[in-house]
């Protein structure tokens, strides 16, 4: 019985990837966006943990703890911007802040 | 090792899928929470148990109540009874919960076959850390400078407007 090939395992950071990538351009609701953000900040850990799972070598599950603290601190600045977007406009429609009026 | 990871790929995709096209946001967040559920057994059969641990604690325990607690303020108002009572209808949780029952037979499996199932190379939590503060300090005092920047900002950004307005105009007299 043999380990997993890597490739499968990039197919499927990819494949995760693209899913969220697809969910950033199609929904236009602010929280979908955030939710979308943070599967294809997932997805690139799942690549760099694969990466590192290879070699049997610790550096790819360090750059996931690296790429989690990142997505840490980007949800919530991302989601007090959210709080302040629905306060302003009522809404959670993104198109609603496209003329940026200071 | 094999099947686990297959079938939580599977899974994973298949909530993700499931995630970016729910209308409601409670829904999808559920959908999101077995997603992350799955890529931690994904890593768990990679070899890589460090990160499983902090895929559940950090991601699908903290970054998703930070954003529960949002929707949750976000819904202050005389629907949100009415929002409570939609959430609640029988029907919707069946999916995500046939999903997560697949994820916890496999955590069954693996709990019952035993830690070291086919030649997985494991790469242990304590080589994680010796790494981590040794050849990589800088980037953990860059990371906690940027957690701390986080915090400020979320704290900066999350005061109410006419709060920030009144100090803005004051400091203008």
Excluded at chain 2, 22 to 44: C, E, P
Excluded at chain 2, 126 to 144: M, N, Q
Aim: aromatic letters at 10%.
């Amino acid at each position: 019985m043999t380990s997993v090939p890597m490739e499968h395992g990039l197919v499927l950071a990819g494949l995760l990837f693209v899913l969220g990538l697809a969910g950033v351009l199609m929904r236009r609701n602010i929280v979908f966006i955030l939710m979308s953000i943070e599967i294809m900040l997932n997805a690139a850990g799942i690549a760099f943990v694969i990466a590192g799972a290879r070699w049997g070598q610790p550096d790819g599950q360090i750059m996931f703890i690296f790429i989690l603290t990142m997505a840490a601190a980007e949800v919530s600045v991302g989601l007090a911007l959210l709080l302040q977007f629905y306060h302003k406009f009522k809404t959670l429609d993104a198109d609603a802040a496209r003329t940026m009026r200071g | 090792m094999n099947a686990v990871f297959y079938l939580s790929s599977f899974v994973a995709v298949l909530s993700t899928l499931m995630v970016i096209t729910r209308m409601n946001v409670v829904h999808a967040l559920l959908y999101l929470i077995v997603s992350l559920l799955a890529v931690a057994l994904i890593f768990f059969s990679l070899g890589a148990p460090f990160v499983a641990a902090l895929e559940v604690i950090i991601y699908a325990g903290a970054i998703m109540v930070l954003f529960v607690f949002v929707i949750m303020m976000l819904n202050l108002g005389p629907q949100a009874a009415r929002h409570e009572r939609q959430w609640l209808s029988p029907g919707i949780w069946k999916g995500p919960a046939v999903l997560s029952m697949i994820l916890m037979a496999e955590f069954l499996f693996i709990m019952t076959k035993g830690y070291h199932v086919g030649s997985v190379l494991t790469v242990e939590p304590k080589h994680v850390g010796i790494a981590l503060f040794g050849s990589y300090l800088l980037g953990v005092e860059l990371a906690s400078m940027l957690l701390l920047a986080g915090i400020v900002g979320a704290y900066y950004l999350g005061r109410r407007d006419d709060d920030g307005r009144a100090q803005r105009s004051r400091r203008l007299k």
